[in-house]
């Protein structure tokens, strides 16, 4: 029986304890060069790669069975909320395709076996509810929501037909494939040890408690941005899910300051939600963080070595921006003209946490709502 090995996504913050967990591959054998490559090629190079080739691993699928058609959005996740046969908005709001008909290349290995034990550990805790899910590790619910986002951003890049496999024209240029190089390596983690060492950790990750019921369909919605902020918002049943990555985690720490301790524990309503995903994007807006990083590679881990994030300036804060953001995520205007800022759902005016009433059924269905110009 060959030897178990660790995998997955280890964490060391500078004066911060380390998270590991033991997933239970086998080796995969000889080391490969998937991450060495990844930084080496240009965008051209890499863009013609992934065509062809595992979305994680990178193998060349010549022929057509070689590919098994990795779903963007896993089978089961689409069957508990009935969005099968729905429709998602791509960047810029004028292609949609249906969940179903996101797929992108893998190999067997990648599909069934290697992305399979974090999907399971994923899926049971996602039908289980919000309590299981906030117990699993950051490793497991970044790696997932980076493969979903990253595998958006490869089928818009490199789109092809779901049963003959041929290219289709993209619906973004090539360039955008750039922004997503530093998560491709993070993905690894679902094949080898990835050892992420650095003063800062690589993305805001937040879990949300929130209000739910009526119609399977309603109680599913996701929104993401790919340019910056690169981040998803997903909300399944009473789970609400924020990833922003590339940040060093400074929308989670934003969070920590102004707003975690008044909702606490307390479940939202599916708008405040919404207005979380609106704040996030907004303030993700106003700076972009920018990762240096060593690669360091063996057979069975690979160590990224980040140096403290660069600070860009982006665009000024700005009140109206903020009012129409919040007004895509809700559909609400909270623009208070008097005082020349934003409402929030969020508290009342004495500082208390708001408990909104919530009726089963009555929220509206938000799967193809972009949030912004440049975003779906």
Known sequence: MAKRRNVGLVLNVFGKPAHAEDIGVEPRGPADDRPARIVDMSDHEL???????????????????????????????????????????????????KYKDLLVPACQRCNTRDMSIVENRISRAVKQGFDEFSRLSYSDVLLWAAKIFYGLLHFEVRPRHKKTKKRLPPTQPVDVIRMARFLLLLLQGFRKRVNVIGPEKPASILRFRLKHGGPRKLNFDFK?????????????????????????????????????ETVGDHALHPLQFGEITARALYFGLQKALCFNYNLLEGRDELALLLTRPTVEDGVAPDEQRLATLLNECTGLSLFDADAGRCRTLLCRSEGQFNDMEFTPGEYPLGVTVPIGKNTR
């Open 224 to 260: 993401d941005s790919t340019v910056w902020p690169q981040m998803l918002s997903m909300r399944m049943g009473d789970i609400g899910l924020i990833a922003v990555f590339d940040d060093g985690g400074a929308f989670e720490d934003y969070w920590l300051r102004s707003y975690a």
């Open 47 to 97: 863009w013609n790669a992934v065509a062809s080739t595992c979305l994680l691993c990178g193998k060349a699928l010549r022929r057509r069975k070689q590919d098994t058609n990795e779903d963007v959005f896993p089978l089961w996740l689409q069957e508990l909320f009935d969005i099968t046969d729905e429709d998602l908005g791509l960047i810029g709001g004028e292609h949609f395709v």
